[in-house]
């Protein structure tokens, strides 16, 4: 069995005091006094821990309950309470706040939870919801601040979600900041962003940034003077400011051997103590309509002010999804009990969620209020730890969705906007695929039928093999070649129109053809698809032929013949339900002027 080990944090919470005029010196060393006293505490409490942990033969969770306990008794603590047997919720007299949290890794120290249990496997979501409004900005930000917790031996699958995006859509732009990047100042800028993923560890009222304070040995600092100074040298004086204000909040973070007996043995050398974001610096944020933020972290959820277990004895003045909700964000997603309380999320859990919530956006184009749901379109159950919370309290913690439900990043039937004229496409999914609705109209090459600029309106232009794919050719799936298609969409090969016919079946021809626009029989014609296929005939010498009576669509494909060279184009007939994979030219192809319209695809 792999060794697992044991981290084990405790977090300040420091509270708001609002003031309407100069703080005076005693105001200031009472704030610097209360602050010391908590760190005073934590290491007792951490000290306190270690000797349970001996006389519970390594059992840290019966450790954590009689640490809890133990806390309560001490002077200038109010109440303290166990949650879980994993986090210790204690409040000072002073009105500060402080929690303890136990943490296991793997061997490598990948840390399993983002504060709690396992995984579990996420079902795949629907494709469905209702898209009103479309998200514009495709700026995206992954908010690492654990990602030597969660992603160090596990980048692929981060990366996965990083190429998603960027795959999908090159307008898309992704910032992935890591670790120490991942600075209080950075929250400042969520509102820049469409698409913001915080993957971290979480509390109640707060959640980890990458920022640390390190300080050599607990015994450095005796004073409170002492450790205001230290704060200020070392992380600047506006986190003594922010500390005062009570929007970062200081932790304490220790590894173990939890397979090891004797872990209380080994002590702890690490005195890298952890900052985080507190709700209040969260509600001081400017508002983030044009937003979408993803709580990947445990207790994101928390809405409530107190456990259902404390019986109102401890109170989160607050909770920080009621804090993202002051942002008015387009969504806010998170893990929660149908209490309005939360806990604990396998990171396994986490990770699958990022994955399924982006692929749900972008490969399907399920709108806000929808993408979180299962197949079956009900809440999707996360794993939690197992703990007196669940047991006694509630069951069931849900990934859920706070906000509007009617926002998507656009997809099938989406219309598009050509950059060089302006000139708009509808769109339409079928298959993997995503093809333009209409014919190509971009006047930057080819011509109109008998030079009519009404011909071209209504079946696009018919361009030369040539001025259609540029000096490249292609047979590969994707082509790879834009032609003369728009940025982000391609010139398909005839590879990909064998795609689409293959995925269409028997009458590929007839589900692509529009009703009218074609002579008499147009046999088969649904255009079930959308597709909306015209018949546009072509271009020979100058001459119009086959109008209504057949389409010829370009590709990135050339072939060669008994030594002569040929244009690959994709056929449809008035005549039959089929779709054909057919040729153009021969000797004369290079001397001839042959023309035909273009579909594109989607990158």
């Known amino acids: 069995?792999?060794?697992?080990?044991?981290?084990?944090?405790?977090?300040?919470?420091?509270?708001?005091?609002?003031?309407?005029?100069?703080?005076?010196?005693?105001?200031?060393?009472?704030?610097?006094?209360?602050?010391?006293?908590?760190?005073?505490?934590?290491?007792?409490?951490?000290?306190?821990?270690?000797?349970?942990?001996?006389?519970?033969?390594?059992?840290?969770?019966?450790?954590?309950?009689?640490?809890?306990a133990w806390v309560e008794t001490q002077p200038g603590v109010k109440n303290a309470f166990y949650e879980d047997s994993i986090n210790i919720f204690i409040t000072m007299e002073s009105g500060l706040k402080t929690i303890y949290s136990v943490q296991e890794t793997d061997a490598q120290g990948h840390t399993l939870y983002r504060g709690g249990g396992g995984g579990n496997t996420i079902n795949k979501i629907a494709p469905t919801g209702n898209c009103t409004n479309k998200i514009d900005n495709k700026k995206v930000l992954i908010f690492a601040a654990a990602y030597d917790d969660f992603y160090q031996f596990d980048n692929a699958s981060l990366q996965r979600v990083i190429d998603l995006f960027e795959?999908?859509?090159?307008?898309?732009?992704?910032?992935?900041?890591?670790?120490?990047?991942?600075?209080?100042?950075?929250?400042?800028?969520?509102?820049?962003?469409?698409?913001?993923?915080?993957?971290?560890?979480?509390?109640?009222?707060?959640?980890?940034?990458?920022?640390?304070?390190?300080?050599?040995?607990?015994?450095?600092?005796?004073?409170?003077?002492?450790?205001?100074?230290?704060?200020?040298?070392?992380?600047?004086?506006?986190?003594?400011?922010?500390?005062?204000?009570?929007?970062?909040?200081?932790?304490?973070?220790?590894?173990?051997?939890?397979?090891?007996?004797?872990?209380?043995?080994?002590?702890?050398?690490?005195?890298?103590?952890?900052?985080?974001?507190?709700?209040l610096y969260i509600e001081s944020l400017p508002p983030t309509p044009n937003t979408i933020i993803l709580g990947n972290m445990c207790f994101s959820g928390y809405g409530a002010q107190s456990s259902c277990l404390s019986q109102g004895r401890i109170v989160f003045d607050k909770p920080i999804r009621k804090a993202f909700e002051t942002l008015n964000p387009i969504s806010y997603y998170c893990y929660a009990f149908t209490n309005e309380t939360s806990t604990t999320v396998g990171d396994d859990d986490a990770k699958r969620m990022l994955w399924e919530l982006t692929q749900s956006f972008l490969n399907d184009g399920d709108s806000t209020g929808n993408a979180y749901l299962t197949d079956a379109g009900t809440l999707r159950e996360a794993t939690v730890a197992t703990s007196i919370l669940v047991t006694q309290c509630q069951s069931g913690m849900f990934f859920k969705h706070f906000g509007k439900a009617d926002y998507c990043y656009g997809g099938c039937g989406d219309t598009i906007?050509?950059?060089?004229?302006?000139?708009?496409?509808?769109?339409?999914?079928?298959?993997?695929?995503?093809?333009?609705a209409e014919n190509l109209n971009w006047a930057g090459a080819g011509s109109c039928a008998s030079g009519s600029n009404a011909n071209c309106n209504t079946y696009g232009r018919w361009y030369k093999y040539d001025e259609i794919r540029g000096n490249d050719t292609s047979s590969t799936n994707p082509s790879g070649i834009q032609g003369v298609c728009p940025q982000g969409w391609h010139l398909p090969s005839m590879a990909e129109w064998q795609q689409l016919f293959d995925f269409l079946g028997t009458d590929a021809g007839g589900k692509l053809k529009a009703l009218n626009g074609w002579a008499a029989p147009n046999v088969g014609a649904t255009n079930s698809t959308g597709f909306g296929a015209l018949g546009g005939g072509y271009l020979f010498n100058g001459t119009w032929e086959g109008k209504d009576e057949l389409a010829y669509f370009g590709t990135s494909t050339m072939t060669t013949l008994a030594g002569e060279p040929y244009f690959r184009v994709a056929l449809i007939y008035n005549s039959t339900s089929d779709a054909y994979a057919s040729t153009l030219g021969g000797s004369t192809l290079p001397?001839?002027?042959?023309?035909?319209?273009?579909?594109?695809?989607?990158?």
């Open 167 to 279: 795959d999908t859509n090159s307008e898309f732009e992704v910032t992935v900041l890591k670790n120490k990047q991942c600075t209080p100042d950075i929250v400042e800028t969520f509102g820049n962003y469409g698409f913001v993923s915080l993957e971290t560890h979480g509390s109640p009222e707060s959640f980890q940034s990458g920022v640390t304070l390190d300080i050599p040995s607990p015994e450095d600092i005796n004073s409170a003077q002492e450790l205001t100074s230290y704060i200020n040298s070392s992380l600047g004086a506006q986190y003594g400011q922010w500390f005062a204000d009570g929007k970062v909040v200081l932790g304490d973070k220790y590894q173990i051997d939890p397979l090891n007996a004797d872990w209380w043995q080994d002590g702890d050398l690490n005195n890298s103590y952890t900052i985080s974001i507190s709700s």
């Open 591 to 603: 001397t001839d002027d042959i023309r035909v319209n273009c579909r594109c695809v989607k990158d």
């Open 1 to 68: 069995m792999a060794a697992r080990y044991l981290k084990f944090i405790g977090i300040i919470l420091l509270s708001l005091s609002v003031y309407t005029c100069k703080k005076d010196s005693d105001d200031d060393d009472t704030e610097t006094g209360n602050l010391f006293e908590v760190y005073q505490t934590l290491n007792n409490t951490r000290d306190k821990f270690f000797e349970y942990g001996e006389a519970q033969n390594g059992n840290y969770k019966e450790a954590i309950v009689l640490t809890g």
């Open 417 to 436: 906007i050509d950059s060089r004229d302006g000139q708009m496409y509808e769109t339409v999914c079928i298959g993997d695929q995503v093809w333009m």
